[in-house]
Nanobody, 116 residues
């Protein structure tokens, strides 16, 4: 599967961004789909994930500010990010996940930059 992210950019603190990830194969064939982010010099960390049945998980840092959704008919994964903060600045990656949340595929990433 190939994953292609879009929607990143520069936004002021308090603003919103909508990240999209298009998959070339059926997302429903994976245990879950997720969004990760990576700060310079650190490992990727899970931001949010959504199972094939629609159950969602959010990391503490984004809980209440982000919403993950999936459109299995179009094979698109969405991360709606609101009330953005400068500390949300990172590269954001889409991932297809296996039963142990191991990554089966990664997108190329989309940069999110939040100015004070």
């Amino acid at each position: 599967v190939q994953l292609v992210e879009s929607g990143g950019g520069l936004v002021q603190a308090g603003g919103s961004l909508r990240l999209s990830c298009e998959a070339t194969e059926k997302m429903s064939s994976f245990f879950a789909m997720g969004w990760y982010r990576q700060f310079p010099g650190t490992e990727r960390r899970l931001v949010a994930a959504i199972g094939a049945g629609g159950a969602a998980y959010y990391g503490d840092s984004v809980l209440g500010r982000c919403t993950i959704t999936r459109d299995d008919a179009e094979n698109i994964l969405i991360l709606q990010m609101d009330e953005l903060r400068p500390e949300d600045t990172a590269m954001y990656y889409c991932a297809a996940l296996g039963h142990n949340y191991e990554s089966r595929a990664w997108g190329q990433g989309t940069q999110v930059t939040v100015s004070p």
